[in-house]
């Protein structure tokens, strides 16, 4: 396990936690783009549109792209908190549990989705929330056994106060991000795209040895590729 606390150097630590950070600025730079500047052009041509050849993009690039600036900034907390974590425990899990976690969901959203339209992180993040719950299981984490622990207590027994200026809410109650995975009363809340995310996952810290086997000469390649170009 490579994370904070396990890797040679904090160095070594950083240069692979940096694509959290990086994810995020690039998702902010797409939300000033398309919510300030444009009229919400790169939300019409990015969206995951279900079963539609113009909307098979959006299996990836819905996940950058946001409703409005409470939308964002709502999911900007979860992302730190829940991805945080990941780097945390250890930061070569990120990129898997990222990439699957939009690909799980969105391939299936875009095979069976009921919406016209998906944006949002949601379901990257619940894949989040779903890997770090199952590594208790698959792995006996004492880390995911915490989190779990805090999630449950805050959802019955009273408000967690985390990020209140990013989450919008004088209060943020942290374990209601659970009831997104139920069938909602508002129609506008994918909480299917919760759902999936959350089982996808489960699926990923199950097959995670199995993952890093496969992508590791990808993430290889790509490293290379990338270096070569810098230079």
């Given at each position: ?101 939009a690909l799980i969901p969105g391939i299936l959203l875009w095979l069976f989705g009921r919406h016209n339209g998906y944006v949002g992180a949601s379901g990257v993040i619940f894949a989040y929330i779903g890997f770090v719950v199952s590594l208790i299981y698959f792995y006996r984490d004492p880390l995911a ?87």
């Amino acid at each position: 396990m490579n994370g904070f606390f396990t890797a040679q150097s904090f160095q070594d630590w950083f240069i692979q936690a940096r694509l959290l950070f990086d994810l995020l600025v690039m998702t902010w730079v797409v939300a000033v783009v398309d919510l300030a500047i444009s009229p919400r052009l790169i939300t019409h041509l990015g969206a995951l549109k279900p079963r539609k050849i113009i909307g098979l993009p959006g299996i990836i690039s819905s996940a950058f792209l946001h409703g409005n600036w409470q939308h964002l900034t709502g999911n900007t907390a979860y992302y730190l908190i829940f991805g945080g974590m990941i780097v945390v425990r250890d930061a070569r899990d990120f990129p898997i549990v990222s990439l699957m976690g939009a690909l799980i969901p969105g391939i299936l959203l875009w095979l069976f989705g009921r919406h016209n339209g998906y944006v949002g992180a949601s379901g990257v993040i619940f894949a989040y929330i779903g890997f770090v719950v199952s590594l208790i299981y698959f792995y006996r984490d004492p880390l995911a056994l915490m989190f779990f622990v805090a999630m449950v207590l805050s959802l019955f027994f009273g408000d967690l106060i985390i990020f209140p200026a990013l989450s919008g809410e004088q209060k943020w109650v942290f374990g209601r991000t659970l009831w997104g995975l139920f069938p909602s009363v508002n129609g506008r809340i994918a909480w299917e795209a919760h759902l999936l995310g959350f089982i996808g996952g489960i699926w990923i810290a199950w097959r995670l040895n199995d993952l890093h086997t496969f992508f590791k000469p990808i993430f290889a390649w790509w490293q290379t590729t990338w270096n070569t170009l810098l230079n």
